[in-house]
């Protein structure tokens, strides 16, 4: 990398975008100014001299008219600047051939030529008597030429005024510019600017709650600076959702943990005095112990996998719900035998598949299952679960005491537990799991009070759609 290279690279990595952006348009803008003024010359130029050059035209062919048999030498030799007659003097192709009276305007080799007929008509600035002039060398025939000039004082000095007025035009517009710039960078930057201290006010407190203040407009319109602060404020606001959901899970993981593992020490601590303990209080303390370990465990890889916030992504599978569906259900009828369970599966569903994978499927359907368990009555002649599969659609109705209306926005949120669930086994992360499985299948869990009592849990699952997975199942 060369020398310069590396300077302009280093320049533009130590100065702000806005000074960057700002200097970008001044130059661009300077360009166009200094481009157009050049320009603006060239055209002023052209048409003075070319004005000039139509008057020596008309002046020489004016000569040559009157002049056509004089033999060489000096015509007229006063100079007026667009006046006729102008400086005339015919000259013939060689030297031999001169008057003996000196010439008034310069002859060169090419004025030779054109009288020989060696060379094309042409106009040339000259010097008359310390002043500028322009001349035109013309044929005249006969091995002779025409020269005619006429003073340019005029129209070098309109160029000069028009050199200076443009100079004075374009230094003006590349201040402009410069202005123009700054202030271009400074508000098109605005909200950039206001991202980057949020970013750092953030970065700063650790708190996700600030927010980019948005400009005011019809939605739709907005320009690009303003869509990437809108998408920042979004991020944001998803940041902040995860944060505390973070904080919550922690907290009520310490929560639930607290009881069972006080429970656990004080079997352990009972247990560690077993020689003041008759056989049937160590037996009942080592169960104690042994069951409340099983509900620490479950409840402990229930968290972590809740905590991943999503489903581990192995192969998928073609999975038959309804042969799900139907081990699921007698587990379940072994897990409660209290507890009464239907199972309608309807023509169309039974050779249904969708992609999935097995476990984390029987997963879910379990926890359903469980859930409506926990508040069936404990009579299998009685009003059991009911359990259907029509087409895509799977429900789970149980004949308990319902949903209160006021749990309905949190029944799968983690933890949660409603007043009436509080007294019954669990931790309350069953149904929150089973939303988290539904969802990395595509699939759709919501709940609502069933028609005559009781809850009512519909899953619905996804079509299909081919050539596309399970992210994230």
């Known amino acids: 990398m060369s020398a310069r290279r590396r300077l302009g690279a280093r320049w533009r990595r130590r100065r702000p975008l806005r000074t960057r952006l700002a200097v970008a348009a001044s130059a661009a803008v300077a360009l166009v100014a200094v481009g157009v003024c050049a320009a603006a010359f060239l055209v002023i130029r ?7 050059d139509l008057n020596l035209t008309q002046s020489a062919t004016l000569t040559t008219q009157q002049n056509r048999t004089e033999p060489p030498g000096v015509l007229a030799g006063e100079c007026r600047f667009l006046s006729a007659p102008a400086c005339a003097q015919i000259v013939p192709a060689g030297r031999a051939d001169d008057p003996g009276t000196p010439y008034r305007l310069p002859v060169t080799g090419p004025v030779r030529e054109v009288a020989a007929g060696q060379r094309a008509a042409y106009f040339t600035n000259i010097t008359l008597a310390g002043r500028p002039g322009r001349m035109l060398t013309t044929p005249l025939g006969d091995g002779r030429a025409l020269q005619v000039a006429l003073r340019a004082d005029t129209v070098e000095k309109g160029v000069r005024q028009a050199a200076g007025l443009l100079a004075a035009v374009g230094g ?32 700063a407190t650790r708190d996700p709650r600030h927010r980019i203040e948005l400009p005011p407009g019809p939605p739709g319109r907005e320009d690009e600076v303003t869509r990437l602060a809108a998408t920042f404020n979004t991020m944001l606001g998803e940041l902040e959702q995860s944060v505390t959901a973070q904080r919550r899970l922690v907290a009520d993981a310490s929560h639930e943990l607290r009881t069972p593992l006080t429970a656990l020490r004080t079997n352990a601590e009972l247990l560690a005095r077993a020689d003041r303990l008759t056989p049937a209080q160590r037996d009942r303390a080592s169960a104690a112990l042994g069951r409340q ?6 409840l402990v890889n229930d968290l972590i996998e809740l905590a991943r916030d999503e489903e581990p992504q192995p192969l998928l599978e073609e999975v038959r719900p309804a042969a799900l569906l139907e081990h699921a259900v007698a587990t379940a009828r072994t897990h409660w035998p209290r507890v009464g369970f239907t199972l309608r599966i309807a023509p169309e569903a039974a050779g249904l598949t969708v992609p999935g994978v097995p476990a984390r499927l029987a997963r879910l359907l379990t926890n359903l299952l469980d859930n409506a368990a926990k508040f069936s009555p404990r009579d299998p002649a009685g009003a059991p679960v009911e359990v259907a599969l029509d087409g895509r659609e799977l429900t789970v109705r149980d004949h308990g005491p319902g949903i209160d209306p006021a749990d ?11 007043e009436s669930a509080r007294a019954l086994p669990g931790s ?8 988290q499985i539904a969802r990395a299948h595509g699939a759709e869990l919501t709940a609502a009070n069933a028609p005559g009592g009781g809850a009512l849990f519909r ?6 759609s081919p050539g596309v997975g399970a992210a994230g199942a």
């Open 428 to 435: 309350g992360l069953g149904l929150a799991m089973a939303r």
């Open 459 to 464: 899953l619905t699952l996804p079509e299909p």
């Open 172 to 203: 003006t517009g590349v201040l402009l510019a410069a202005a123009l710039g700054y202030g271009v960078s400074r508000t098109g930057l605005a909200p950039v600017a206001r991202l980057t201290a949020t970013a750092e006010r953030i970065a």
């Open 408 to 418: 309905l926005p949190y029944l799968f949120d983690r933890f949660y537990r409603a």
């Open 46 to 52: 052209y048409a003075l001299y070319h004005q000039l």
């Open 293 to 298: 370990l099983r509900e620490v465990t479950g």
